[in-house]
Structure formats: structure tokens, C-alpha cells
């Protein structure tokens, strides 16, 4: 098995993550009216985290395409323990 096909950030279905800015985190939960607590979580140990290396409470932005439309669609997860 080659090295690129061992990686889990490069395969098609693992979406472009990135730790999200406070302004956004904050844009976030007023525009919902949500507090972080609320949002989905993923664990700190989930390999799709590895290349960008978020700590406990940090924020993540996920960016999906759909497979049907092609448009993106953002989400947000809290990282867990």
C-alpha cells in the first residue's frame, strides 16, 4: 500500500476542515443562539484531525460538498476529549 493511500485526509469522502476563528465561532451561536456546548462534537483523536492539529475546545469548521448538487455547506464540531 503506497504511503497517499494509508493517509485518511487525502481519501475523496474526508472533507477540508479547519479550526475556526473566534469571530466565527461567535458569529456562529448568535446568529443560532446556541452556546458551544451545543454543537456536534468530534473527538481530538479522530484521524481526519491529524494535519491541522486542533486542541480540547477548539472549534472546527467542515466543509462538505454535496454530492448531488455540488454546493458547499459548512458545519461546525466541537473537539472532545
Do not use: W
Not at 18 to 35: N, P, Q, R
Not at 47 to 69: C, E, N, Y
Amino acid at each position: 500500500m503506497s504511503e497517499k493511500n494509508s493517509e485518511p485526509t487525502v481519501h475523496i469522502l474526508v472533507p477540508k476542515m479547519e479550526v475556526a476563528s473566534a469571530t466565527d465561532v461567535e458569529a456562529l451561536c448568535s446568529k443560532h443562539g446556541i452556546s458551544i456546548e451545543n454543537l456536534p462534537r468530534i473527538r481530538v483523536t479522530d484521524h481526519a484531525l491529524i494535519p491541522i492539529g486542533p486542541k480540547v475546545g477548539d472549534i472546527i469548521k467542515v466543509f462538505r460538498q454535496s454530492p448531488t448538487t455540488g454546493d458547499e455547506s459548512l458545519y461546525y464540531r466541537l473537539v472532545v476529549e
